[in-house]
């Protein structure tokens, strides 16, 4: 239940208000205003060297956060064209409570909380991005497409997913996101983000993985209590601890 960081710049761009080029075609809206969706959040795993604070820079302090937060409920408020407002409310672990508000609109937004309703494998949902003009040094993101629809078991029966699946270009390291959202509804199930990077400051090596997932809704059909089994997790495990074999052995955080 907490959003998830990137790598030094990326996470920069992730928590920056930006406008984005947005796609030409119509998509339908899936929620309705007054839907709401619980998510919890889990810092999975982070290592780093000795050398690297926690969190390793003032853009990575949702990492931070969360060892102090509970849940965040999203709560669909408004709905104009592609853009679907929300009213997120957070739950703190000393029981405190915060609210802010989200637009977001589903051609264009870094976030992603809700894409097109029935949307099919291969459809294009976000445009390729030069940032040259905004960060000032070459960076490229190619057009990201949904890879591929598979079936997630919830109490209530199988559900379609849409998936996308996507590793950064290598600029500064390596980050791998994966984005699962509802296929009927277009909204946000789960979100997985695994990095290996080098702090700037300090010169030393961090990897994290994190996720963000949908544990409860105003949707019965929406309802799991755990979106990956551990044998996912754990081949999802493997496959970062091989795409970081060359760096060398990290000190865990605690």
Do not use: C
């Not at 097109?116 to 497409?145: C, H, K, M, S, Y």
Request: glycine share 6%.
């Amino acid at each position: 239940m907490k959003k998830i960081i990137l790598l030094t710049v990326f996470s920069v761009l992730l928590f920056s208000i930006m406008i984005v080029p947005s796609l030409s075609q119509e998509w339908t809206v899936g929620v309705n205003v007054g839907d709401w969706f619980m998510y919890e959040g889990t810092l999975v795993l982070w290592e780093a060297d000795a050398s690297v604070p926690f969190p390793p820079n003032e853009y990575a302090l949702i990492l931070q956060e969360y060892n102090v937060t509970d849940w965040y409920k999203y709560t669909v408020t408004d709905i104009v064209g592609s853009n679907v407002t929300f009213d997120v409310l957070v739950h703190w672990s000393n029981g405190t409570e915060t609210t802010s508000i989200l637009v977001d609109n589903m051609t264009s937004s870094f976030s992603m909380m809700v894409i097109g309703a029935n949307l099919e494998p291969g459809i294009q949902i976000r445009d390729e991005f030069d940032w040259e003009p905004v960060i000032g040094f070459p960076l490229f993101w190619p057009a990201r497409t949904l890879n591929e629809t598979i079936m997630v078991e919830y109490e209530s029966g199988p559900r379609e997913m849409n998936v996308l699946d996507w590793t950064h270009p290598p600029t500064f390291g390596y980050t791998r996101q994966m984005y699962h959202w509802d296929k009927e509804y277009g909204i946000q199930a789960y979100y997985q983000v695994e990095s290996t990077a080098t702090d700037f400051v300090s010169g030393g090596e961090y990897t994290y993985i994190a996720k963000f997932q949908l544990v409860d809704s105003s949707m019965d059909v929406l309802v799991i209590p755990e979106y990956l089994p551990g044998a996912v997790m754990l081949l999802v495990l493997i496959s970062i601890t091989v795409s970081i074999g060359l760096y060398r052995r990290k000190r865990l955080h605690t």
